[in-house]
């Protein structure tokens, strides 16, 4: 089993629709979330961090499930402009190796 | 703020030569991270680098790759003799601590 795993996708959508990505991970020891977005050729960047609260911003809901070990990433009324790879990645909590997912792969059509 | 400076851009060697790429990260980040992003799959950490020190390079094949951090700052990582499948994008990027991470635009490396 991959230590973090993403459906790759893609996920084709009209604008205006609701989509979510799920991420999975194997190392219950895990301490940090976060969600990356990359555009085409373009490096990562962070997206939100993932709170086990939950966190919102704007568009955007992140959950973390501890107790099944997955992340979700909710996008509310698609814009074109979200077109992009959604990256998933974990920090253990021992051990400093960030873990990447392999990202899924979105398209918003008009 | 200046970002994470990455050079070169571009580089397309034969396989068996030798190639450099140089990373010079935000100002005050101490952690410098070393990923190799081959199409339609995720950065895969090949080294981290806290300060001056190695963190972790269980993913660095030491046969071939090496990097290096002077002075806990710029840091350096070559290929040494190149293959094909070293043909990938090389991000660097930096952090305080274990916090958000800023990448470089990146190397795209061709190996023919």
């Known amino acids: 089993r991959k230590e973090v795993e993403q459906d790759p996708g893609p996920f084709n959508v009209p604008e205006g629709a609701t989509v979510a990505f799920n991420c999975t991970y194997s190392?219950?020891?895990?301490?940090?979330f976060f969600w990356y977005r990359q555009d085409c050729r373009k490096e990562p960047k962070l997206l939100m961090s993932?709170?086990?609260s939950g966190n919102e911003d704007g568009r955007f809901t992140a959950q973390l499930n501890r107790a099944s070990q997955y992340i979700s990433l909710l996008i509310r009324d698609s814009k074109l402009s979200d077109s992009a790879t959604y990256l998933c990645v974990v920090n253990p909590l021992r051990g400093f190796k960030t873990i990447f997912g392999a990202g899924t792969r979105l398209f918003v059509k008009a | 703020e200046a970002g994470v400076a990455q050079s070169p851009r571009y580089k397309i060697i034969e396989k068996r030569q030798s190639v450099a790429f140089w990373c010079n990260p935000i100002s005050g980040h101490a952690t410098l991270y070393w990923y190799q992003q081959i199409l339609g799959q995720g950065p895969k950490l090949l080294i981290q680098f806290q300060n001056n020190g190695v963190v972790d390079d269980s993913q660095l094949p030491k046969d071939r790759f090496s990097a290096e951090r002077l002075k806990g700052v710029d840091s350096t990582l070559k290929i040494q003799p190149a293959k094909l499948e070293d043909s990938a994008v090389y991000l660097c990027?930096?952090?305080?601590?274990?916090?958000?991470?800023?990448f470089g635009p990146g190397t795209r490396l061709t190996v023919t």
């Open positions: 990027a930096s952090s305080l601590g274990r916090q958000e991470q800023y």
């Open positions: 993932v709170y086990s």
């Open positions: 190392n219950s020891a895990s301490q940090s």
